[in-house]
């Protein structure tokens, strides 16, 4: 069993849709990052979250230590939205351990 | 603008080269990572450095070797590339401690042929 589960791999929406993806980890963390990759590999560090919400423009993330669980929403979505989101804890020793990805596409 | 630039977007290799994959930053980063991206397996550490001339193996290193002679370049070595290593290749930095922020380069895509 994977160590961050991400769920679903995959989910298409209609442009103006509320989205969430979900990640749950099974290791104890400093922190939670949340990642968006867009075709053609780069890499963009969206939230780090080590407790409670955080929020940045349409997009807000979500952590619960307790339950080991965190989601990340997206509002009112867009087609430029689409792209693979990657949800990653880091180990109390700094390692990071990444889930395979959700692959969003939202269609106008 | 904070940056991790990888040299190299694409490369095709023959099977048995040496292949280097470069990787700078510019922040003044002590952490540096590479990791190789599968299609369903995620992203998987290969090699990290937390400091000039310091490395500590990851999760996959066999057949990879890596070299930090100055703190700004991390440098990937296949050392006899073969096709199972063909994949797209990623390196990030940090500042040390706990719970900072990762920054990503955009990612080297190796077909070994």
């Known amino acids: 069993k994977n160590e961050v589960e991400q769920s679903p791999q995959n989910l298409t929406a209609q442009e103006g849709e509320f989205i969430t993806i979900n990640c749950s980890y099974s290791v104890g963390i400093s922190a939670l990052h949340w990642l968006q990759q867009h075709p053609g590999g780069g890499i963009v560090s969206l939230f780090m979250?080590?407790?409670g919400k955080k929020k940045h423009g349409r997009l807000i993330a979500t952590i619960n230590i307790q339950e080991k669980h965190s989601s990340l929403h997206i509002t009112a979505s867009h087609p430029r939205d689409s792209a693979v989101y990657i949800c990653?804890?880091?180990?109390?020793?700094?390692?990071?351990?990444f889930g395979t990805g959700t692959r969003l596409q939202v269609f106008p | 603008d904070v940056k991790v630039t990888q040299s190299s977007r694409y490369l095709v290799k023959r099977t048995g080269e040496k292949v280097f994959l470069e990787c700078v930053q510019d922040m003044d980063h002590e952490n540096m990572f590479w990791y190789r991206q599968d299609p369903g397996l995620g992203l998987r550490l290969i090699y990290f450095s937390y400091d000039v001339k310091m490395k500590e193996k990851g999760d996959i290193p066999e057949g990879y070797s890596v070299s930090r002679e100055k703190k700004e370049r991390f440098s990937l070595i296949l050392e006899s590339a073969s096709t199972n290593q063909t994949s797209m290749y990623l390196c990030?930095?940090?500042?040390?401690?706990?719970?900072?922020?990762?920054?990503f380069g955009e990612g080297s895509w190796l077909t070994v042929v």
């Open positions: 990653a804890v880091q180990s109390r020793t700094d390692k990071l351990i």
């Open positions: 990030a930095s940090s500042l040390p401690g706990l719970g900072n922020t990762i920054y």
């Open positions: 979250l080590s407790s």
